[in-house]
Nanobody, 117 residues
């Protein structure tokens, strides 16, 4: 339904910052709740942050106060600003869209974030 393309990943030093972007197409962006998930090697995929169509946000405890999710409906894009990065933030980060009406989920291809110590 919705095609998602992440960008902005890369290699950063501990304490640094990175901004991820997720561009959506092929659907009505504004009716989708958007989220960022991550999966580290050997670990299960976990929710990092979520922003609803109404702008309400939730964060994993591990990133609360460091990460900020936002959306720009005019650009059909969701962002995640990541500050004070830690080595344990290293993972592949995936963008997710969930249609509020159909509950259909779409996933991006993922972008690698590596935080060095």
């Amino acid at each position: 339904q919705v095609q998602l393309v992440e960008s902005g990943g890369g290699l950063v030093q501990a304490g640094g910052s990175l901004r991820l972007s997720c561009a959506a197409s092929g659907g009505i962006f504004s009716i989708n709740d958007m989220g960022w998930y991550r999966q580290a090697p050997g670990k299960q995929r976990e929710l990092v942050a979520r922003i609803t169509s109404g702008g309400s946000t939730v964060y994993a405890d591990s990133v609360k106060g460091r990460f900020t999710i936002s959306r720009d409906n005019a650009k059909s894009t969701v962002y995640m600003q990541m500050n004070s990065l830690k080595p344990e933030d290293t993972a592949v980060y995936y963008c997710n869209a969930e249609n509020r009406f159909t509950k259909y989920k779409s996933w991006g291809q993922g972008t690698q974030v590596t935080v060095s110590s």
